[in-house]
């Protein structure tokens, strides 16, 4: 492998699992601070995707960002009305309840989209290779994993700087104190749920260019991001940083060196963290 | 009177604990919920905080009454705002928050205004929460959080402080700083209710006793006339 390839290949790696982490950030919030785990997280990823590509049409490609960010937050903030009900309920009732509602927003977008793979058009300033250093990277992954680390670095400050973040975090430790603190943790979840959301949507906004979506992808990419959360440790949002680099990692040399079975490495690797530090690779024992 | 608790029923799914509570607190007063474990006590305080809701399978009947407003019904978050502050049994402090963080997040002008209690208050108040300031809650000493919690209650301004065994499991020593700290809360018109097993610790921090068995209130009367038989009666010592 020559040096340029190698470099490429740790760039499109690292680009996607930061594009991944934000996906896990967002369902790992929500798995900390409501103690639900959101199985439907691809559908609004999926949706980021096509509100980005419907935006860009009309307006260019920031917009699309933008828009796809806010507007899934919107539904995100909406969204937590009805997933009330699954507060305390066993996991089996969320794994359906959420799933349910990944149909439903799914099918909402067949209507909207139909069954046409969509793609984002990149703007022309995003096409092509870049030269650094007698190198060549591909301009928009570099850009995705700038943008990435910059929505990454925002969510870790408003987590650990914020009085928003301060109230997450008490939340996730303790919600009936808070609440007994005068604090309306209710509201507080609406808002929660919403950045869990838009984390997603933006994660599929950032991918949207890269590759194909259809409506119904969102109901299967739990399944690729459950290797991420399982190896960072649940609910750990720190952990699911280096987890989801190396699975970005794993998933572009695999594609290089053992292409016809790259896509299952991840899962082995999962498989393996789970019998031996059950606990996640990057989470302390407790 | 700033708490009034008319004939309070409290149930656990099926099983019911309180039967008939009636006590009153008056303002500026310290008031004791004093019996054995597993009588009531605790349910009583959390009847009073909201924390016996439905959603955790309670139940609560009859009427708990703050400066005229009934609280039965109420969630916990707006029982807080009208002036009640909790200190529950176990602490509860927020682990992974550092001691400014569990005083901040309660941080709550009062409901006349009243903005008694700042950061720097509490800091004059228990010198060794400044010192630890930057660490995190799960860091601290048994005694160091009963603090905290204490210290965590007062940001609310609270018209009424409400505190559930707070010296359980404490050094002796803790307890005797425990004590001053109660005594110097008394001394500054802070209205106080608590539970308590240790009869030794209540009847030095409280001016009114009631004695709690079985759900209801057995005895009630100014801490320091109590004679000793009705200890023995009910306490057994």
């Known amino acids: ?13 690292i680009s996607n699992g930061m594009v991944n982490y934000l996906v896990v950030a967002g369902i790992a919030l929500v798995m900390g601070g ?54 305390g309920k066993h996991i089996t009732y969320m794994l359906l309840y959420t799933m349910a509602f990944a149909y439903i927003i799914c099918d909402i977008m067949v209507a909207i989209w139909g069954y046409q793979l969509v793609s984002t058009p990149l703007p022309h300033y995003f096409k ?4 650094i250093f007698g190198v060549r990277f591909p301009k928009y992954y570099l850009f995705m994993i700038f943008f990435a680390t910059l929505i990454a670095i925002a969510f870790f400050i ?21 609440e007994s603190l005068g604090i309306n943790v209710k509201s507080l979840n609406s808002i929660m749920f919403a950045i869990s959301i838009a984390l997603g949507g933006i994660a599929g906004a950032l991918y949207s260019p890269l590759s194909g979506q259809s409506p119904k992808e969102g109901l299967v990419i739990f399944g690729n991001i459950m290797p991420i959360l399982m190896i960072g440790g649940m609910r750990n949002l720190k952990g699911a ?11 572009s040399f695999g594609a290089i060196y053992v292409p016809s079975i790259y896509n299952l490495l991840p899962f082995l690797l999962m498989v393996i963290v789970m019998i031996i530090k059950p606990q996640g690779l990057f989470t302390k024992k407790e | 009177m700033i708490l009034e608790v008319n004939n309070l029923e409290g149930y656990y799914g099926l099983s019911q604990i309180l039967f008939g509570i009636n006590l009153e607190v008056e303002k500026g007063d310290s008031v004791c919920l004093i019996g054995r474990n597993g009588v009531g006590k605790t349910t009583t305080l959390k009847s009073i905080v909201g924390q016996l809701n439905p959603k955790v399978n309670g139940k609560i009947k009859g009427s708990i009454k703050f400066d005229g407003t009934e609280l039965v019904g109420m969630p916990s978050y707006k029982i807080a705002r009208l002036g009640i502050a909790y200190v529950p049994q176990g ?20 409901v006349d205004g009243d903005k008694t209690w700042t950061l720097e208050r509490i800091y004059e108040l228990f010198p060794r929460l400044k010192e630890r300031e930057n660490s995190k809650g799960e860091k601290l000493s048994g005694g160091e959080q009963q603090m905290l919690t204490i210290a965590r209650g007062l940001m609310q301004n609270p018209k009424l402080l409400i505190m559930d065994e707070i010296i359980e499991g404490l050094a002796p020593i803790i307890v005797e700083e425990l004590v001053k700290v109660v005594s110097e809360l008394r001394n500054r018109g802070i209205t106080i209710l608590l ?23 057995v005895y009630k009367g100014v801490s320091s006339e109590i004679p000793k038989e009705v200890f023995v009666k009910y306490l057994g010592t």
């Not at chain 1, 928003?164 to 009936?176: C, H, K, N, T, V």
């Not at chain 2, 539970?195 to 209130?217: D, M, P």
């Open chain 1, 34 to 87: 409501i103690g639900l785990v959101n199985f439907g997280q691809g559908a609004y990823y999926v949706l980021g995707a096509y509100i980005c590509f419907s935006l860009t049409k009309l307006l260019g490609f920031g917009w699309g960002l933008l828009g796809a960010t806010l507007i899934t937050g919107i539904v995100g903030y909406f969204i937590e009305i009805p997933f009330r009900r699954l507060f």
């Open chain 1, 128 to 131: 092509g290779l870049v030269e």
């Open chain 1, 241 to 251: 940083l280096p987890a989801a680099l190396l699975v970005g990692l794993v998933n």
């Open chain 2, 91 to 110: 602490r509860h402090i927020f682990p992974t928050l550092t001691v400014k963080e569990n005083l901040l997040i309660a941080e709550r002008v009062g």
């Open chain 2, 195 to 217: 539970a308590e097993q240790s009869l030794k610790f209540a009847l030095e921090v409280s001016h009114k006793c009631y004695i709690i068995e079985k759900g209801e209130v």
């Open chain 1, 1 to 13: 492998m020559s040096l340029s390839t190698f470099i490429r290949t740790v760039i499109v790696g």
């Open chain 1, 158 to 178: 408003m987590f650990y700087k914020t009085k928003l973040g301060m109230y997450f975090r008490a939340i996730i430790s303790d919600r009936e104190m808070v």
